[in-house]
């Protein structure tokens, strides 16, 4: 069973420039929520999608935008790169009609530098 | 606002110590706590669950308690090892399923043999 899978691993953009990051979740998944973490600090939450729809989102700007695909699978988009969008991008996923606490499963990261 | 900490950034024990993390939290009262481990470049890997109604929760070697008036949890590690040097986080989840995680910056343990 494979778990959350990301592409790509590492992607370096520069400033200005636009991005796409890639997400498939855990089999029998079909929540996908997006994070953000920049060195030395915690995941960020940017986005959840579920049902092919924004659920909830954080305190992220409009450049951030997302979409999920009939298969579960996610995207991740970012315009308008700027110095400090350079983190490790996160997707975890997990069932939303889970009874216990939404545990996530989190994929490897995409490490994104903007120079 | 909202505020999760976790009381230190780093810890350095010796091996088959007990290591103890503190996680604390204002303005926020979680239905659920949860402990993640994250190594260097990878994603976090989730280790313990604890729901508001319980005290404490049990894994081996790993403990976690959740006090809610003091709001506060308690991750320990018993007999550590040196391949349980990473980081570790504290993540706050509301009471609604499929809400976000609010995750704590982290404490990297360091365990030396």
């Known amino acids: 069973d494979a778990g959350v899978t990301q592409s790509p691993t590492h992607l370096i953009k520069t400033r200005g420039q636009q991005v796409t990051l890639r997400c498939s979740p855990k089999s029998g998944h079909d929540t996908v929520s997006w994070y953000q973490q920049a060195l030395g600090q915690g995941p960020q939450f940017i986005f959840q999608?579920?049902?092919?729809?924004?659920?909830q989102r954080g305190n992220f700007p409009d450049r951030f935008s997302g979409h999920q695909f009939p298969n579960y699978s996610s995207e991740l988009n970012v315009n308008a790169l700027l110095l400090g969008d350079s983190a490790l991008y996160l997707c975890a996923s997990t069932q939303v009609a889970r009874l216990e606490g939404d545990t996530q499963y989190f994929g490897p990261g995409t490490r994104l530098t903007v120079l | 606002s909202q505020k999760i900490e976790q009381n230190s950034e780093a810890l350095n024990i010796q091996e088959g110590k007990t290591a103890t993390l503190t996680c604390n939290y204002t303005n926020y009262s979680p239905a659920y706590l949860q402990w993640y481990r994250q190594d260097p470049g990878r994603g976090p890997v989730f280790l313990l669950l604890?729901?508001?109604?319980?005290k404490e929760k049990r894994k081996e070697r790993l403990k976690v308690t959740f006090d809610t008036t003091l709001k506060q949890s308690l991750f320990h590690i018993t007999a550590s090892q040196p391949a349980d040097s990473a980081t570790y986080l504290c993540a706050l989840e509301r009471r609604q399923a499929g809400t976000a995680l609010i995750f704590g910056k982290g404490t990297t343990l360091s365990v030396s043999s």
């Open positions: 999608y579920y049902e092919e729809e924004e659920r």
């Open positions: 604890i729901r508001e109604n319980e």
